[in-house]
C-alpha cells in the first residue's frame, strides 16, 4: 500500500511568489490533514478535509493560504504571495476514520527568500 | 485542547528500556492520548493511542494512571534505530479534532 506523497520534497522561491504544494492521500483515506513546522517551532495543524469538504480551517495562518481537495482525492495548499515568515517544513497527513491513527508524508521543504 | 509537557532530551543506551512520560494536567473526558515518533527528514509515525490503564502492541506500551493527568511511553530495550523526536498528544479522537500542536517532543539519543 503506497503511503502519503507529497510534492515537491523541497521548494525555493523568492518573497511575493507563488507556490503549490500537492499531497496525495492513501488510497481510501477520507480525512486529510495538513500541518506545519516554520523555523525553530512546534508542528501546528493547519487544516483537515473530510472527503472534498474543509471540516475544520481553524490554523490557517491567513488569507494567503488556500487548500483544496477537489474531488476528494488530492490535495493542493497554495501559498500566494509568500513571505519569508512561511518557510518551514509542510506535512500531509491523511486516515480513512476520524478516530484512527494519522499516516504522515515526508513533507515538503519550503524556503522563501 | 490539552497542553503537553515533555522532557525535551533524553539519553539511553542499546537494551535499556526507556520510559518517557508526558504531562497534561488539563486533559478532557472525551480525550485520548496519542504517541508519535519522528526521525529527521520524515513525517511523524503512529506508535501507540490509549485512553486510560495500559495499552501495549509489537512497539511499545502505554502506561496511564486513574487520573489520566500524565502518560508514560515505554520503549523496550531501545536499539539505536529508536534515536528519534518523540511526541505525545492530546485530543478527541472520536470528533477527528486533533490536537492543534505537537507540543516540543522528546529527542531520545540512544548511545551504542
Known amino acids: 500500500e503506497a503511503g502519503v506523497t507529497q510534492f515537491p520534497s523541497h521548494s525555493v522561491i523568492e518573497k511575493g511568489q507563488t507556490v503549490t504544494l500537492r499531497c496525495d492521500p492513501i488510497s481510501g483515506h477520507d480525512n486529510l490533514y495538513w500541518y506545519r513546522r516554520v523555523m525553530g517551532k512546534e508542528i501546528k495543524f493547519l487544516l483537515h478535509f473530510v472527503k472534498e469538504s474543509k471540516q475544520d480551517e481553524s490554523g490557517m495562518p491567513n488569507n494567503r493560504f488556500l487548500a483544496e481537495r477537489t474531488g476528494g482525492t488530492y490535495s493542493t495548499l497554495k501559498v500566494q504571495p509568500a513571505e519569508l515568515e512561511d518557510s518551514g517544513v509542510y506535512f500531509c497527513a491523511s486516515s480513512r476514520d476520524r478516530g484512527e491513527k494519522l499516516f504522515f508524508g515526508s513533507g515538503t521543504q519550503l524556503s522563501v527568500l | 485542547l490539552a497542553k503537553t509537557t515533555q522532557p525535551i532530551s533524553m539519553d539511553s543506551y542499546e537494551g535499556q528500556e526507556v520510559n518517557i512520560t508526558c504531562s497534561h494536567n488539563?486533559?478532557?473526558?472525551?480525550?485520548?492520548i496519542t504517541w508519535y515518533q519522528q526521525f529527521p527528514s520524515q513525517g511523524p509515525r503512529f506508535i501507540i493511542q490509549?485512553?486510560?490503564t495500559k495499552v501495549t502492541n509489537e512497539v511499545a506500551s502505554l502506561f496511564i494512571p486513574a487520573d489520566r493527568k500524565s502518560s508514560t511511553l515505554s520503549l523496550p530495550r531501545v536499539s539505536l534505530s529508536d534515536t528519534a523526536v518523540y511526541y505525545c498528544l492530546v485530543g478527541d479522537s472520536r470528533t477527528g479534532r486533533r490536537a492543534l500542536t505537537f507540543g516540543s517532543g522528546t529527542r531520545l539519543q540512544v548511545q551504542p
Open positions: 490509549g485512553y486510560k
Open positions: 488539563n486533559i478532557a473526558t472525551n480525550d485520548y
